[in-house]
């Protein structure tokens, strides 16, 4: 039997972010439902929106709803469930980092069949299938769920091939709006590979990769890549440039070198990829840049290298992100710094560290966050069992609270969090 299933992605307002609210993850789920005769629509909600849920149900008559969850989204998450189980009777499913995660507290919320742990591209499809036949679709792999109380947890598995998954379906977004919102700087954007072998203390991924048995650095085939990136200029030719938004585009360098080689055939716009220091070298950075790479995306977090390598469990040395950021700016490229603050550890001294460092490497730009302790990482749950904050996770996204540091005051760590990029740009000499 045909279902309406809409998809609910709650993202940050755009003005909040350097990317346009595409999710790859959605789009797929999406291709692989309509390719099996249902019906997928989207629902974007950047805050709590009874009114918008309404307009939604109204026009898209969803049988069914899954929401995609990290851990900052589920105060959000919490309200939306709500909204739509009790308030429209909808029956819900969830995925992404914070089921993955803590699949026990969001099968707690209101309406929750289950969760998806983990990538589900190549078996959502066939939940779907079964549920929509009436099934009770629990022998699926990567589902979770709760019987007589307990919660129930699938063996976990992965696609393997990323080139067999279908071009993920970008009608369902608002693409226009989203691409016109910042075409010259973020565009259309793709995903090319996944799998991270790094195991970062405050990110997710060491937890994918457990779950995967492994890390699994998968790409798409170069072709694959191409044929997609054409189809989505040919609809959206309005996309100024593109970007790819894997965790380090350049895992694969006999990959990269081979789409450089003949991406500049193939596609007429300039891109951007995220990428990790030590996946770089000259001749690699050389032929991204001939190939029409302009920017360059990479982790730096503190310019503490003791923080980064004892609390962030993130092993590169600032000689090595300094010989990168050099190599960038020498093939004329636009180097990103992505930088977190207050991370466990933090002082006045490391916040000073952190901007005479970056002012050395001279970033095009840099993100800059606040340390969020996500339950389920190493280094979030260590914050909470250290007393540094509260159990409770801040209300939205526009709400962050930094932890309660020894080493610095709250008032003084908002300061740097709210100056850093002037810091770092303009007002030299002016540090306390
Ligand atoms: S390199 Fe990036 S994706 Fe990989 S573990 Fe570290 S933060 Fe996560």
Redesign the pocket.
Known sequence: MSMHFLFVHIAPHPWMKTYTGYLEGIGILAATLRRRGHEPSLLVLHEFDREKIKKAMKKHKPDMAGLSITSSQMPLARKTSDALANGHGLPLVAGGAHPTLMPEEVLELPGMVGVFRGECDHVFADWVDEFSAGKTARGVQNFSYLEAGSVVNNPVGFPEDLSALPIPDRAIFPMREMISFNADLVGAEFVASRG?P???AY?N??IFNELRGGVHHRRKSVERMLEEIEAVLSEYPEARCLGFND??FTCDRDWVMQFCGEYPGRVDRPWWSNT?VAHLDDELVGAMAEAGCTRLHM?VETGSEKLRRDELN?QISNKQIEEAFEMVHSHNMKPVAFMMLGIPGETEETLRESVEFLRKLRPFWTVVSLFSPFPGTALGDRARAEGLCDDDLPEDYYHLRPLKLRGVEEEALLWYYNNFNDLVRHRRGILP
């Open positions: 991270c790094y195991s970062c990110c991924n060491p965790d380090i990790q982790g993130k």
